[in-house]
């Protein structure tokens, strides 16, 4: 399983790979998650154009991020430092 961290001020985790989705969770930049599969194809927001990734929370929580808020970088120790 790969592991992600967030790499922008904030991110919101989702209810579904959709923008008008519920938000379940706010995370911080550092947060750190279990990345348990992302969408087949890229989905423009705006003049973006990413993944949505299926999280788990360390608390368990399971929620959808667009990748632009995220890295996907293999994780050694800890995530790096804002």
């Given at each position: 399983m790969k592991k992600g961290w967030v790499s922008s001020s904030r991110a919101n985790v989702r209810m579904d790979p959709i923008p008008i989705a519920s938000v379940s969770v706010i995370?911080?930049?550092g947060d750190t998650f279990k990345i348990l599969k992302k969408t087949q194809k890229k989905v423009a927001i705006?003049?973006?154009r990413d993944h949505w990734y299926l999280v788990r929370l360390e608390n368990g929580i399971e929620g959808w991020i667009y990748g632009i808020s995220i890295s996907t970088k293999k994780i050694v120790d800890s995530p790096p430092k804002p």
């Open positions: 995370l911080d930049r705006g003049s973006h």
